[in-house]
Nanobody
Framework: QLQLVESGGGLVQPGGSLRLSCATS????????IGWFRQAPGKDRERISC????????TYGDSVKGRFTISRNNARNTVYLQMNSLKPEDSAVYYC?????????????WGQGTQVTVSS
């Protein structure tokens, strides 16, 4: 059974950092691109980063470019999202997803999400 489980969310002050993890099981991780998405209350789900199946390329949304870094360890079946210089507008539920394409536009499966709150 294909599973993605996010962890690492929480409450952080503006300017702080968090590292999210996406632990996967039930499928061969290096067959898929992995994306990170977020959804704030009342807003559409936003694709913020995507990493290719090999990890050789990654894309970022304009809202997080230069602050967030995606990485993956296929041997550990885990994908990470390092978030630095966090802002209140980064508050959202963050999801990881396995995708068929390197732009993460066609999703195979979603995780359940982890809450990130940036507040003083």
């Amino acid at each position: 059974q294909l599973q993605l489980v996010e962890s690492g969310g929480g409450l952080v002050q503006p300017g702080g950092s968090l590292r999210l993890s996406c632990a996967t099981s039930g499928f061969t991780l290096d067959h898929y691109a992995i994306g990170w998405f977020r959804q704030a209350p009342g807003k559409d789900r936003e694709r913020i980063s995507c990493i290719s199946n090999s990890g050789s390329s990654a894309t970022y949304g304009d809202s997080v470019k230069g602050r967030f870094t995606i990485s993956r360890n296929n041997a550990r079946n885990t994908v990470y999202l390092q978030m630095n210089s966090l802002k209140p507008e980064d508050s959202a539920v963050y999801y990881c997803a396995a995708a068929y394409s390197d732009l993460c536009t066609i999703i195979k499966s979603w995780g359940q999400g982890t809450q990130v709150t940036v507040s003083s």
